[in-house]
Every structure is written in structure tokens, then in C-alpha cells.
């Protein structure tokens, strides 16, 4: 299992930026496919975007390609979602995610989150 914790999150206006960090402790970083999910009050849990091992691979969702950029870096155990253009409907909670397959599908563990709202 690999623990890990979100940061970054907080208050922006419309059109802003923000950049969510989460970093790893556990077993080796470079062995997981990272991924960002969010969940708005109400609704389900989405897929945000999602990096293979190396950073060779990004996966995004058709809502917030062109505005966010998913990276990693294995030597700090930390992937990073750079979000710019933020709109209030990126307002949710963010979760990072570990999983083992590209194309990504299964993500086993999970942080507990970090909250973005985006004001009009």
C-alpha cells in the first residue's frame, strides 16, 4: 500500500490558477500510475487526468483538457495538477489516486482530499 496526501487546494476567482500537489510514502512512486479524480457536493466521483509510470503517458478528461496539466516527479514522489482557466464548475474535492494499469482503469488507493472552489 502506498500512503498519500493532497495539498494545494483553497479559494480562487474564475480564471485563476491553481496547483495541487500529492505526495507518496510507501512502496516505490515509480511503480504506480497516478491519477486525479474530484467529486462536487451531490454528485459522483470523476476522472480527472492521469500519468503512466515515467510521465510518458497523460490521460485527461474531455472537461479540463487544454486547461490542466498532470505531471509527476519520481525522485520526490509527488505528482503535481497544474489547473489554469479554473471555472466555477471545477469547484469539488480533489483526491489523488495509485493504481497499477495504463490504460489507466483500477486505482487502489486513495488521499483523503483537498478542496477547490472556484468563485464566479
Known amino acids: 500500500q502506498v500512503q498519500l496526501v493532497e495539498s494545494g487546494g483553497g479559494l480562487v476567482q474564475a480564471g485563476g490558477s491553481l496547483r495541487l500537489s500529492c505526495t507518496a510514502s510507501g512502496r516505490t512512486f515509480s511503480s504506480y500510475v497516478m491519477g486525479w479524480f474530484r467529486q462536487a457536493p451531490g454528485k459522483e466521483r470523476e476522472f480527472v487526468a492521469a500519468?503512466?509510470?515515467?510521465?510518458?503517458?497523460?490521460k485527461y478528461a474531455d472537461s479540463v483538457q487544454g486547461r490542466f496539466t498532470i505531471s509527476r516527479d519520481n525522485a520526490k514522489n509527488t505528482v503535481y495538477l497544474q489547473m489554469n482557466s479554473l471555472k466555477p464548475e471545477d469547484t469539488a474535492n480533489y483526491y489523488c489516486?495509485?493504481?497499477?494499469?495504463?490504460?489507466?482503469?483500477?486505482?487502489?488507493?486513495w488521499g483523503q482530499g483537498t478542496q477547490v472552489t472556484v468563485s464566479s
Open positions: 500519468i503512466s509510470w515515467s510521465g510518458g503517458n497523460r
Open positions: 489516486a495509485a493504481g497499477g494499469n495504463w490504460p489507466p482503469e483500477d486505482f487502489g488507493s
